[in-house]
């Protein structure tokens, strides 16, 4: 039996490489590929959403599994995007404070409501009507969760205080293998 324990904890392993923080985050000019901001300028395209990306105090690297968690990320975006209203705003803001570092996405919709802050990340979760579309199967929140999770990191729900829609944080240690 522990032999079958190890091997499910070896299969659970992420194979976390160093990411250079210039690789995902900054602008086209310095890396070539600002993957995040052009993903969410194209998404947010056709509701003609202001989108902003704020960068504090950013680590120079840190160690996750780049495909995965540019999933996460994006998943939270998605989300951010599809429950903002026309013309209105999505932010990710990026700031490293101390040994962890969060990532935060903001949108200008109606926020989430008092049940979705506790389930809105459980599989297939649909419960609130005002942020349902047609397109949506409950997973985005759930998959970017348990990807998180998977990088011992946190993914966090709450209404932004100044704009009254969504705020999703995501937060990872920073660790270091220079």
Same mark, same amino acid.
């Given at each position: ?7 499910? /904890? ?14 995902? $985050?900054?602008? +086209?000019?310095?890396?070539? $590929? %600002? ?6 300028? /194209? $998404? ?19 160690? +996750?599994?780049?495909?995965? %968690? !540019?999933? /996460?990320?994006?998943?939270?975006? #998605? ?10 705003? @999505? ?7 101390? *040994?962890?570092?969060?990532?935060? @996405? ?5 926020? %989430? ?6 389930? /809105?990340?459980?599989? %297939? !979760?649909?419960? *609130? ?12 929140? !759930? ?10 990191? #946190? ?6 205080? +100044? ?10 240690? @920073? +660790?270091?293998?220079?």
């Amino acid at each position: 039996m522990d032999m079958l324990r190890l091997l499910k /904890a070896e299969c659970l392993k992420t194979k976390r490489t160093k990411l250079l923080l210039t690789h995902l $985050l900054v602008p +086209i000019a310095i890396s070539g $590929l %600002f993957l995040v901001e052009q993903q969410m300028k /194209a $998404l947010s395209l056709e509701k003609n959403l202001e989108v902003s990306v704020e960068m504090v105090r950013l680590p120079t690297s840190i160690m +996750i599994e780049e495909e995965l %968690f !540019y999933r /996460a990320l994006l998943n939270v975006i #998605v989300n951010a995007v599809e429950h903002t209203p026309n013309n209105g705003k @999505v932010t990710l803001s990026v700031e490293g404070k101390g *040994d962890v570092i969060h990532f935060t @996405v903001k949108d200008s919709g109606t926020g %989430f409501s008092a049940k979705d802050l506790k389930q /809105a990340t459980k599989q %297939f !979760y649909r419960e *609130d009507q005002s942020r349902n579309t047609t397109n949506h199967h409950g997973m985005g929140l !759930y998959i970017a969760e348990s990807i998180i999770k998977k990088h011992d990191g #946190v993914l966090t729900l709450a209404n932004d205080s +100044i704009t009254g829609g969504g705020k999703v944080t995501v937060t990872l240690l @920073v +660790i270091s293998m220079e």
